[in-house]
């Protein structure tokens, strides 16, 4: 068991991420990370099929619909959307993946608020590609205090460790 901290710093050292799951719908964990990616310097691409623009920039249908390869993406959708994404990915060759959990990288918490696919897992490592299953990128990223409380208690219980 690794902990997540040497994936995240991988996966934060890309600088062109895409943001799948943004929403003009409401504000959502998903939307937050998209402005921090962009805060922090990142080149960002939201993707949902439903819209055209998010925060003022072009959103794209799918991964494949970029104009440009993304170094990098997370994903805050449904395990079932995560699949879908994950095989973008491997179509694409791109390397890294961060799907959201709330509740840290421990298997099977929060079914009903996570976007880990234990499928989608097995194929990022069947594909060569570094996977993060678990965990926001909201709690490493300049975190607030809320993100940097849930990092420090999920590291604490033995939450932020990877298989």
Excluded at 101 to 108: F, H, N, Q
């Amino acid at each position: 068991m690794a902990k997540v901290d040497n994936m995240v710093q991988n996966f934060l050292a890309q600088k062109k991420i895409a943001v799948v799951g943004v929403s003009d719908k409401r504000d959502t964990g998903c939307n937050l990370t998209y402005k921090k990616f962009k805060e922090n310097g990142y080149q960002v691409f939201g993707v949902n099929p439903r819209i055209s623009t998010y925060d003022g920039d072009v959103c794209y249908a799918d991964l494949k619909s970029i104009p440009e390869k993304p170094d990098a993406v997370f994903i805050l959708t449904s395990p079932k959307v995560t699949d879908q994404v994950v095989q973008q990915c491997v179509d694409l060759g791109i390397k890294y993946i961060w799907m959201h959990c709330m509740m840290g990288t421990k298997p099977g918490l929060a079914a009903g608020m996570t976007s880990v696919s234990q499928e989608a897992v097995e194929k990022c490592k069947a594909n060569g590609i570094a996977v993060i299953p678990g965990s926001c990128p909201n709690q490493f990223l300049k975190p607030d205090f809320g993100h940097n409380m849930m990092r420090g208690l999920w590291r604490m219980v033995g939450f932020m460790n990877v298989n």
